[in-house]
């Protein structure tokens, strides 16, 4: 996880909120010391703390860790990729039909 790209994140949206470092540290009980330091990306917060830095922020928590996500979303995708490479053609053909049907709109 890159704790300085989701502290950039978070003191954009808190900025983007109006609101000060202090401000946002009453909001969600922490001093304003530790807000900072999540701020700079040299701590992550806990798990408790987050979701009340992003309930407080009024944004979602994927926004906060969008790389986080996408890393997910990329790994999940090779994983696919090289177990539906071991099968053969006619068992890849299948998935890929099912794969269809599952996402028709």
């Known amino acids: 996880m890159d704790a300085q790209a989701v502290g950039q994140r978070i003191k954009a949206a808190r900025e983007a909120k109006g609101l000060t470092q202090e401000g946002l540290a009453a ?7 530790h807000v ?3 701020e700079r990306g040299l701590k992550i917060p806990n798990l408790d703390s987050f979701v009340a830095i992003a309930n407080a922020l009024g944004v979602s928590a994927d926004s906060l860790l969008i ?5 997910a979303t990329e790994s999940a995708a ?3 990729s090289n177990r539906i ?10 998935i890929l039909n099912a794969f269809r049907i ?3 709109e």
């Open 67 to 71: 790389d986080v996500v996408d890393h």
């Open 85 to 94: 490479s071991h099968l053969p053609h006619r068992e890849r053909m299948k």
């Open 102 to 104: 599952l996402t028709e």
């Open 27 to 33: 909001l969600v009980d922490l001093s304003p010391t």
């Open 36 to 38: 900072s330091v999540i």
């Open 78 to 80: 090779c994983e696919l």
